[in-house]
């Protein structure tokens, strides 16, 4: 199954089955291999949080460490800053986001390193990675939420084998944009919406996991 240009997904990032995040996304392009999904500025969405019943530690990445860890979070309504585009390759590890400044002006790309995404009845799967890196216009890059990542490692969340994994991917997609390989030979930092395109919107039960439509959907047993 693939969606059309315009249509409402839900993105849904997931932890041990349960969900961790979620959001509202419009379809950019659907090709079965690879996904553009529109995350415009002003959208409302969910993010994990330290429930009201523990003791808030003092850094994101503690928080968030904490709650992979014990499997309890609560959910917190964020609304996202920054116009995005994401492009997330079938089988990837990571998504490549292209954002714009509030006038239009083209920010730079954002790897996001991710689970790969699997497909459901109501849009996509995913699971953040907590490492990022930002490759700004002009070639250069650095890393982004290290210390969310050392977290959790700390916390035995994450082993140092998905560690290498994720990072030995960054690495890869940053070659690809210095080799200005796809996506970055691309013309997505001029793309813009259509304008009868509305701000997404969360829809119904959006904290329940979405039936998976690929092979692995079978019934649990």
């Known amino acids: 199954m693939t969606w059309l240009p315009g249509e409402l997904v839900l993105l849904q990032e997931v932890w041990d089955d349960r969900v961790w995040a979620a959001r509202p ?3 950019v392009r659907d090709e079965g291999d690879s996904v553009a999904l529109w995350f415009p ?3 409302r969405w969910k993010a994990a949080t330290t429930p009201p019943t523990r003791p808030r530690e003092p850094t994101r990445g503690e928080r968030l460490a904490t709650c ?3 499997g309890e979070w609560s959910f917190v309504d964020l609304t996202w800053p920054v116009s995005t585009l994401w492009l997330m390759p079938e089988g990837a590890w990571h998504a490549v986001w292209v954002s714009w400044r509030d ?4 920010w730079g790309w954002y790897v996001n390193l991710q689970k790969p995404f699997r497909r459901t009845e109501r849009g996509f799967e995913t ?4 490492l990022d890196a930002i490759v700004d216009p002009d070639g250069s890059w650095r890393w982004k939420d290290e210390d969310e990542l050392e977290a959790a490692v700390a916390r035995g969340v994450f082993d140092e ?3 290498a994994r994720i990072r030995n991917e960054a690495l890869q997609v940053i070659r690809r944009a210095h080799a200005n390989e796809p996506p970055f030979d691309e013309p997505w930092p001029t793309w813009s919406p259509p304008r009868s395109w ?3 919107e969360l829809p119904p ?3 329940e996991r979405s039936p998976l439509t690929a092979p692995e959907a079978e019934p649990r047993r």
């Open 68 to 70: 992979l860890a014990s």
């Open 127 to 130: 699971m953040d990675l907590m």
């Open 25 to 27: 996304m419009l379809v």
């Open 205 to 207: 039960a959006w904290d």
């Open 103 to 106: 006038g239009g002006e083209f």
């Open 41 to 43: 500025a002003g959208t």
């Open 198 to 200: 509305k701000t997404p």
């Open 161 to 163: 084998q998905l560690t």
